[in-house]
């Protein structure tokens, strides 16, 4: 079992990593981010407490996000280790998820910091889409599908963009990047937990490093 966090702004590839090593090492990718849409998608009681914090590109309570993660974490399929995208964004997110898995009797292995020049991250944003069925993520400037249209994992010809995805909400969230979640990154470096990867290079190249960096950590198979 291997159970890691990727961290990194807005747009620096922690989610189009995520599906990358749980394609290859079956480990679940655990996306806060999704998991929030969906519950907006659904209108659920936590959707309807979320939309307009996350429409402001500001973070939801990290009662609501404790609360999602929890949850989710016993499920079965999290037995062979999971990957946490977006999630922990602030202090006390670490502190109760350091918490809850030494209740479940789990543990961290490793945390991967992508890092990407905030220059960088407006045009990444901006040409996001994903493919409306499958979840896979293209860019418009990046990595356009092979075929115009259709998706390349599975064919899908309807794409969907974020509506927080715009320079304007970029810009709230980026602040609250370095305001709430910058932070964790001299809290995992003092566990010994931080592993760091150039996030400014292609797709393929920091897959490799993040491959990389997960043949260090125990428990990862090919
Ligand atoms: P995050 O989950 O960290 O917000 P994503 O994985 O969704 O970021 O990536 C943001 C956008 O940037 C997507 O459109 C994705 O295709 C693109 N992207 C991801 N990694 C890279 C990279 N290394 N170089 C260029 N574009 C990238
Ligand atoms: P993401 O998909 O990771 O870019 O997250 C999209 C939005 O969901 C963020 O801008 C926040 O409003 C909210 N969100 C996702 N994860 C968290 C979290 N761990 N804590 C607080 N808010 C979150």
Redesign the pocket.
């Known amino acids: 079992m291997t159970n890691i966090i990727l961290l990194g702004p807005?747009?620096a590839g922690?989610?189009t990593q995520a599906r990358r090593i749980s394609e290859r090492h079956g480990l679940v990718q655990l996306?806060?981010?999704?998991?929030?849409?969906a519950a907006v998608a659904a209108g659920t009681e936590v959707g309807l407490r979320?939309k307009e914090?996350?429409e402001?590109?500001?973070?939801?309570?990290?009662e609501?996000?404790i609360g999602i993660?929890s949850e989710r974490i016993d499920a079965p399929d999290c037995e062979k280790g999971f990957i946490l995208?977006?999630?922990?964004?602030?202090l006390a997110?670490a502190d109760a998820l350091d918490r809850l898995l030494a209740a479940k009797s789990k543990w961290l292995d490793g945390v991967i910091e992508i890092r990407v020049d905030d220059e960088a991250l407006v045009a990444r944003i901006a040409g996001r889409f994903t493919c409306a069925k499958c979840g896979e993520g293209y860019n418009d400037t990046f990595k356009r599908p092979k075929v115009d249209g259709v998706c390349d994992k599975c064919g899908g010809t309807e794409f969907s963009r974020?509506a927080?995805d715009n320079e304007e909400?970029l810009r709230?969230?980026l602040l609250?990047y370095y305001k709430?979640t910058a932070p964790l990154i001299g809290y995992y470096y003092a566990k010994g937990l931080l592993h760091s990867v150039d996030g400014m290079a292609d797709i393929d190249a920091v897959s490799a490093e993040v491959e990389r960096v997960l043949g260090t950590l125990a428990g990862v198979s090919g």
């Open positions: 807005p747009g922690k989610g996306s806060t981010g999704d998991m929030l849409r979320a914090v996350m402001r590109g500001e973070l939801v309570s990290d609501i996000v993660i995208d977006g999630f922990p964004r602030t997110q974020r927080d909400t709230a969230r609250a709430e």
